[in-house]
């Protein structure tokens, strides 16, 4: 028996490492193109241009310039925007509020009219709004101009009407790419607002990228309209992370691959929060370091003034660039997404299947003890079902989410049973846990190496899977092996006991609390990501909460009571909260606009400290508290 077990020990090694052979052409595909399209560009949102203090004199756009900004977000002013200043010497108001004289010379007494001032620019602006409302009309007294849409003034109070012209020419005369951002087009319809992104496009050749603004897409129900449009016109669209607005996604399908992703903040979110700005700024390098962002949008900081000053403003912008370019970030506009060789995911979809079946076959053979991996037989229908499953997941992509979401659970849990079953070379089971995990996450990552899913156009269902399916495995084999003393049924057919109530309650808290901790900052406070940040700093890659202060120094802990026969009802939490530090490593893979080699240096970070740290916990409470326990004990 121990032949076999070796046997397929073996057997299983050479399989794993055939799955990553076959994965590595698609690897090596992404680390290029992480290499080739590292960069990260600073944008300024012009909507905040008149509201930074500046000296008299100063030139406002030299200064952002000077200090980092390489583009600049054009906003389609709504009407509110226009009443509140948005755009110098024009406003919006309701048709009842201009001069009769106005009032008389249009056809209908109703609607919104927009009143334009400036005789060098009112041309220009009657043509966008001729364009964006075709049903509109024009009267001109003096030099003022008034644009009359049918439409109610409350109707366009969140709508876009018209943008900053002034601007636009002054920026795109300089050669500065803009970034457009229309709103949602209520009052216009569809073909409206293509005519007026044409009439912008043609007038202003720096315009590069659409970012479609509102709680809802600016063409809905239509929303392939747009991205054609930029398809066509060779533009990009911007996809905004964490985005809520309704239809966005199909939005940006529909320009796929001409789509970039886009970071910003808003205003409500920083006061609603308390950001404050050295959180806020390293927020914004953790979006292009982690998640690959092109573009950052880094608006003032409403926290630090009421009127805040363009110097403050410029010096944020200076220490963001400064990071950014000491940590290799280019300036380089960014490209359309490119394609990935088809035989790459030819190849990583069989390996993905071989590590799925090899890691289910070794859980059977654990649970029945019995030798499967070293039967030449089962290792050629394993082989002929990976090739099948691996070909038809390539045409039917929930497939490869399936077998993604289950091979990452099944990772975990086999790393930490192969961890666990070394307890008496501790060192060598956590070397060998880890370096599973980093060959099974490079195979998964490796299928998962297409832009689709780097550019998170299609997403991973098997994160949250990832992390509960190991408990559950681990926990069924130990019931079943009698790793714990009592089995199923002597636990079901007895009471409960109060510890195993508070046992359960522990660990369902904690499922639910990783579950919701799992994103990028929910459920996290000030504090915990000012420590988070600070570890960033120190190691270049911040290891993960489960891995460093929860699962690793759980195994060494386990590792010494498993040799010291000590607490034998108590041991499975140990054991359950070692899965936890694999199920994150494994996790970690599994986010694939993340770059690999942050990825493995964030797993290595996590092992080791956490390994360390263990040893410290372990050390002080047998050399400091066990003692102290018995003498109170004593005393007691």
């Known amino acids: 028996m ?10 299983f090694v050479y399989c794993l490492f055939a799955a990553l052979a076959l994965a590595i052409p698609s690897l090596m595909w992404r680390l290029f193109q992480e290499h080739a399209n590292r960069s990260a560009l600073l944008v300024f949102d012009l909507m905040e241009l008149h509201s930074l203090n500046a000296e008299e004199g100063q030139n406002r756009f030299a200064a952002l310039m000077e200090a980092g900004i390489s583009a600049f977000m054009v906003p389609e002013c709504t009407a509110e925007d226009l009443v509140k200043g948005a755009v110098d010497q024009v406003t919006a108001v309701p048709a009842a509020d201009v001069p009769d004289s106005v009032l008389r010379s249009f056809s209908y007494p109703s609607g919104t009219v927009v009143i334009l001032r400036d005789p060098a620019l009112a041309e220009l602006q009657q043509e966008y709004l001729k364009r964006r409302f075709k049903s509109g009309e024009r009267v001109a007294e003096g030099r003022t101009v008034y644009f009359r849409i049918p439409r109610p003034y409350v109707q366009l109070e969140k709508a876009g009407v018209l943008p900053d012209l002034r601007s636009m020419q002054y920026l795109s005369a300089a050669g500065v790419p803009l970034v457009f951002a229309p709103s949602p087009s209520v009052g216009s319809s569809g073909e409206g607002l293509e005519e007026s992104l044409t009439f ?6 720096s315009v590069k990228v659409l970012c479609p603004t509102g709680e809802i897409a600016t063409t809905y129900p ?7 449009f930029v398809k066509e016109r060779g533009l990009l669209m911007a996809q905004v992370e964490f985005s809520r607005q309704y239809g966005a996604d199909r939005q940006v399908a ?3 691959p001409n789509v970039v992703s886009l970071h910003a903040v808003d205003r409500e ?3 609603k929060r308390n950001i404050i700005r050295p959180i806020m700024l390293n927020r914004f390098y953790r979006a292009a370091e982690e998640r690959e962002v092109r573009l950052l949008v880094l608006r003032a900081d409403p926290l630090r003034a009421v009127a805040p000053q363009l110097a403050e403003y410029c010096e944020d912008v200076k220490a963001l660039r400064a990071r950014l370019d000491g940590n290799g970030f280019k300036r380089l506009w960014p490209a359309p997404a490119p394609s990935s060789p088809w035989i790459n995911s030819f190849f990583s979809a069989i390996a993905l299947q071989i590590l799925f079946l090899l890691l289910l076959a070794r859980y059977v053979e654990r649970y029945f003890d019995m030798s499967l991996l070293s039967r030449k037989r089962f290792l050629g ?12 997941s390539l045409y039917a992509g929930i497939l490869s989410r399936l077998g993604g979401a289950f091979a990452a659970g099944f990772l975990a849990a086999e790393a930490s049973l192969l961890a666990m079953d070394r307890w008496k070379v501790p060192l060598r089971g956590a070397v060998e846990g880890f370096l599973l995990v980093l060959v099974g996450g490079l195979v998964i990552a490796g299928r998962f190496s297409v832009p689709l899913y780097m550019y998170r156009l299609s997403t991973f269902s098997g994160v949250k899977l990832s992390l509960l399916l190991p408990l559950l495995l681990i926990l069924l084999i130990d019931v079943h092996k009698r790793e714990h003393p009592e089995s199923l049924p002597e636990i079901l057919s007895r009471p409960p006991l109060w510890g195993e109530i508070v046992l359960a309650g522990t660990l369902l808290l904690g499922a639910a609390v990783m579950l919701l901790r799992s994103g990028n900052y929910g459920l996290v406070g000030t504090s915990e990501i000012m420590f988070r940040d600070w570890l960033e700093k120190i190691l270049g890659a911040r290891p993960r909460t489960k891995e460093f202060l929860i699962g690793y120094p759980a195994l060494v802990v386990w590792y010494y009571l498993k040799r010291q026969e000590m607490w034998a009802h108590w041991r499975e939490i140990l054991r359950l909260a070692v899965t936890l530090a694999f199920s994150s490593a494994v996790n970690s893979f599994c986010h694939f606009h993340t770059p690999l080699p942050l990825t493995l240096l964030r797993g290595f970070n996590g092992w080791w400290i956490g390994l360390v740290l263990g040893s410290l916990v372990l050390f002080v ?4 508290g ?6 109170l004990r004593s005393l007691l």
């Not at 912008?200 to 050749?205: K, P």
């Open 381 to 392: 229908v394993l082989a002929a079902t990976a090739v099948v499953l691996g070909v038809c």
């Open 2 to 11: 121990m032949t076999k077990t070796k046997n397929d020990a073996r057997v």
């Open 200 to 205: 912008v496009c043609d007038n202003f050749s």
């Open 626 to 631: 066990r003692p102290l326990f018995r003498r």
């Open 621 to 624: 409470g047998v050399r400091v």
């Open 269 to 271: 979110e920083v006061l």
């Open 222 to 228: 239509d929303t392939e309209r747009l991205g054609s």
């Open 254 to 256: 529909a320009a796929w």
